[in-house]
DNA sequence: CAGACATACTACGACAGTCGTTGCAACGCC
DNA sequence: GGCGTTGCAACGACTGTCGTAGTATGTCTG
């Protein structure tokens, strides 16, 4: 098992894109590239699972998209951050740590039982 | 925000359940209440989500159940937890931990971009 | 110049897990 | 007798992901 299987991810496919467009604009294809590359290929987002993520993000405000031709000529759909999207980014960053931090009471390192320790 | 939603922890639900069934058998309610505890307050399983849980795990040999009356003599519906379900475990452990990693690749502390360093 | 491959995206229906709601039944408590 | 807690089951709805398929352009290779 060295890859990430989709429901563990799931609730934060959104997340990851967003933070991909952090900086600047970006288009399916690309993010598809870097959510693979900066996972060294543990992590490989399904395109219909990307695009539809796209789709929902723009109706709920989070990006905006634009169309524009790439220096060949084909046309691309490019996607930027709102504000209201970096807010949201923010909101699940602050969840994860709360989440990560949960989530490890019920996890132990080796799968064996840890009890809880004094002071936990 | 300082509780967790539920799409966020979708995948875990299993883990915890049977982190929660690793020392003995339990039921529902305990369990229930196990997780409410435990994750001070912050995660509440849903009753039709633990039930549903049982009833699948149990389907896929994690689980096998058993009817005993309590003290009081109302019945209960015990679970515990097979060595498949102990094996699933462990696996889902090393998984997260592999998960975790790869989140945070996404994730910046204070919400906003931190630029990957050198050697990460 | 044909065919393979990468790029870039869209549409459709299926599926799994969660959730809201409802209902029921037994017990304790005031 | 009504209310809250315990303990569970059944139903249908919804959301996000996925498999499949299809379209279209550009590049590379033989």
Redesign the interface.
Known sequence: ??T??S??????ND??IL??L??RPSYGYEISRMIRT??DE??VIKETTLYSAFTRMEKNGYITSFSRSAENGKRRTYYSITDTG?AY????????N???E??E???????M?AL?KAGN
Chains 1, 2 share one sequence.
Not at 7 to 12: H, N, P, S
């Open positions: 098992m060295n990430i299987s429901d563990v991810i799931r609730g934060y997340t990851i933070y991909l952090l900086d900066l996972s543990k992590y970096r980014y923010k909101e699940k960053c602050e969840e994860w709360l989440t990560k949960v989530i009471r019920f996890i132990s390192p080796g799968g039982r809880p």
